[in-house]
């Protein structure tokens, strides 16, 4: 039995044979008929057949700083977004049309490969390893990951182009209604650790904005296409 996912592709692909695509009146006609029976047949609105969902695994259940990031991933790659935890670990959903999901995800990996990789280095430093005991240095590696966060947070705005704000805001409300449709219910998100305000703690917080304005990233070259990830 075909997956969902891989019904939803093949009602687009459907959906996609039109005339402006090159198809004749009456093959476009044929391909908008099977579209609209296969929906009817899978109870699948419009909305749900445009919408997908990418999964990111935590590996944790603890909240994190770098979690603070998820929901400006989400808004950058016109998705919605909600945690889902199953007790012992948790995951990240992003929710969207085609392929936004997907970019998401990519961006979210991404994100937090830079995070693990600069933290790691971090740590490495004489002004960390100076640290004397494993609470203070627990201190210090918090307050690294929060300046990575208002870091990456600077880089994320700077893709937030005005020319896009009217496609995003669209994909954004069909991404709600397609949901609506699912009756999803989240329940009530855990509050986010709270941020530091120990002075004590601002030169880590500065070696974690450093290092998480260094992380690149650009958009891919074309509408629809993935990111393309510099180097950090």
Known sequence: MDSLDTIKARIRALMARTTANGCTEAEAMAA???AMAMMREHGLAPDLVECGEQRVRLGRLKLHPVDRLWSAVAYV???ELWRHSNGQE????YFGREPWPEIAAWLHGVIQGAHDRGLKEYRKTPAY???RTAKTRAAWAKAWSEGFVMGVLRQL???LL???GEARDADLALAKRALD?????????KPMPALSSDRRLAAARGAGQSSGRG???????????QLKIGGR
Do not use: H
């Not at 948790?90 to 959903?93: F, L, M, P, S």
């Not at 449709?181 to 989240?186: I, L, S």
């Open 215 to 225: 992380t690149q990233l650009n958009w891919g070259v074309g509408q629809a296409e």
């Open 90 to 93: 948790a995951w990240i959903v």
């Open 129 to 131: 390893k100076a640290r």
């Open 77 to 79: 790659c016109r998705c």
């Open 162 to 164: 005005p020319s896009e």
């Open 157 to 159: 705005n700077a893709l």
């Open 181 to 189: 449709k699912r009756q999803m219910n989240f329940g009530k998100a």
């Open 32 to 34: 908008a008929e099977r």
